[in-house]
């Protein structure tokens, strides 16, 4: 998906993005090769719970082995 910057320097998120985020409010993180744009949630300690609660129930071993495949293979080391 591309944007727009306007004049003003204001980017234009489309109403399908818009509709995905509970947050008005955004952390700016410059990388190497742009910016990534990530919501500010309002109870960050809540968030990651509901998080974990989605994640396999494995032990903390397995899960960082998996962790350490799948980032592997991300970066094409698999």
Do not use: C, H, Q, W
């Not at 109403?15 to 990388?31: C, G, P, W």
């Not at 990651?48 to 396999?56: A, I, N, V």
């Amino acid at each position: 998906m591309i944007v727009k910057i306007d004049n003003k320097g204001r980017i234009y998120l489309p109403k399908e993005i818009r509709e995905k985020i509970d947050s008005k409010e955004f952390y700016i993180v410059e990388l190497p090769y742009g910016i990534m744009l990530i919501p500010r949630v309002k109870d960050p300690i809540k968030t990651l719970e509901d998080e974990g609660k989605k994640l396999p129930n494995l032990d903390i071993k397995e899960l960082k082995k998996i962790i350490r495949e799948e980032a592997e293979k991300e970066i094409g080391l698999r």
